[in-house]
């Protein structure tokens, strides 16, 4: 195992609170989430499933504020993400702040998002050199071992045009883990992928649940939830309907929407 991925999750093991409370948020009207209170330990992995149009990726990308909320709050170890505390109301930060808050949380999204004109190493690198935190002789040093931790320390200098969908993901995940965040978002992150490559994505990411990483992960892979997951959350309509451990949630679900949705997907 590479020294630089069990640093870095050692680094984030004991750090990485997210807490919502009472998240609204809607879109010309129409109300996606609907009044969310979910509190995500330090180093535990929540899976978070529903129908689409749930509101799952929306509750995602308030977490880090790549979508604003309309009420309620979201904050990673008590500080506010996107929002400062001044009296009694909310002001948005600036843009650099909002993305200073932001780098405490990564995020690898279903369609990779890698720079096309970057090689695997460089897409690595880009963020921890722009944002002063390491030098480039650092940061290509940190790159090369995360590359080599999920399996494409060959890939290094091979553009994304060049790579899988699984090897793109996976560049995606080790760009994440390059700012050290205390979190790590997935939104469905294996749904753009051909059915024989999504096992190499998901090895990587229980590789990073076993190592106490903060995770956070909509996806339809009700099998891989059932294995990784401590706990699953089920959206429904905009709100949080049945949560627990898997072994509850997903073998003995209490509420009829849960039921009706995992008979038709495991049918």
Do not use: C, W
């Not at 749930?54 to 909320?69: A, F, W």
């Not at 190499?200 to 190592?211: F, K, S």
């Amino acid at each position: 195992m590479s020294t630089t991925i069990v640093q870095t999750a050692a680094e984030t093991a004991t750090k990485g609170l997210v807490e919502i409370h009472n998240v609204h948020k809607s879109y010309g009207g129409v109300e996606v989430l609907r009044g969310i209170d979910l509190t995500v330990q330090p180093g535990e992995v929540v899976a978070i499933l529903g129908p689409s149009g749930s509101g799952k990726s929306t509750l995602l990308r308030t977490i880090n504020h790549l979508e604003s909320v309309d009420r309620g709050s979201v904050t990673v170890d008590g500080q506010l993400i996107g929002y400062e505390l001044r009296g009694a109301k909310l002001y948005e930060l600036r843009e650099r702040e909002v993305l200073e808050r932001r780098t405490q949380i990564g995020i690898v999204f279903q369609n990779f998002n890698l720079f096309p004109h970057l090689t695997a190493l460089e897409n690595v690198t880009e963020a921890p050199v722009a944002l002063g935190r390491l030098s480039k002789d650092d940061a290509r040093e940190l790159a090369l071992g995360l590359l080599d931790r999920v399996g494409l320390a060959d890939k290094a200098e091979h553009y994304p045009r060049q790579l899988s969908g699984g090897q793109q993901q996976r560049v995606a995940i080790a760009r994440a883990l390059a700012l050290k965040p205390k979190v790590i978002l997935f939104d469905e992150p294996t749904s753009a992928l051909d059915p024989e490559l999504v096992g190499e994505v998901l090895d990587v990411i229980r590789d990073l649940a076993q190592l106490g990483t903060t995770l956070v992960i909509v996806t339809h892979e009700v099998g891989f939830a059932r294995e990784v997951a401590d706990r699953v959350v089920f959206l429904d309509g905009g709100r949080v309907i049945e949560q627990g451990p898997p072994a509850e949630v997903l073998v003995a679900p209490k509420h009829p929407r849960v039921q009706d949705f995992l008979a038709k997907v495991l049918a």
